[in-house]
């Protein structure tokens, strides 16, 4: 090379953290496709102290399992970041699909120093045709939204593992709406963007089983009171299996 040096630049490492409750019919699903995915990742499973094969599963795939007497979505996820390796850190639902490159297009918009945080499209999976136009709809107003005062969907949240412990992480006495209260609070300390290209899956359990109107609305509810008092109408996040 003529002695001339090469300068190799270092690609951020990524963490994926998956919080779980008897989650044992997605486990395999969704770690053995985070196995292939195209850009290594530590994958990080914390179980808040399943009763069925959850953690069994979760081992023969991941990297760490961690069980966790404390029920709460917060408390998992917080206990997962703080034991992750990665520089930038994936929080994921155990029913998520998504893209082998998922993990690529998450690089690339942290490639931006000034980025914090980020979230993607999130899509039903079967899906109705309203169902897939009201997520359509939803998906541009987390779009639109970005750049103001951002929402977060918890099924897809990429953050900045620096960014992260500078804002605490996750609030732990709320039991809902977590993902987007962090994101207003991350957004102040950088840029919370939307990746556009980037498309993840989630089941529609929690609509199939309680009624789409009756979820819509208690989301509705739980974001307006975030908004007015500072927490969330909903008590308790009631787990759908």
Known sequence: NNGAHVIRVKTPTVSVIIPTLQEENYMATILSRLKKAKTPI???VVDSDSRDKTVEIAKNFADKVYQIKKRGI???KNFGAHRANGEILVFLDADITFPLNFADKVLKAFEDPTVVGATCNIMPSPSKLG???FFYFYNLLIWASAKFKPHCRGEFFAVRKSAFMRANGFDENIP???DHELANRLSKLGRFVFIS???V???LRRLRKLGFMRVVGTWLMDYVSLMLRGKPVSRVWQ???
């Open 42 to 44: 530590e994958i990080i």
């Open 201 to 203: 899956f989630e089941s």
């Open 239 to 241: 787990p759908i299996r």
């Open 176 to 178: 809902c709406m977590e």
């Open 74 to 76: 917060s408390k998992g």
């Open 131 to 133: 169902e897939k136009a």
């Open 197 to 199: 290209d980037l498309t």
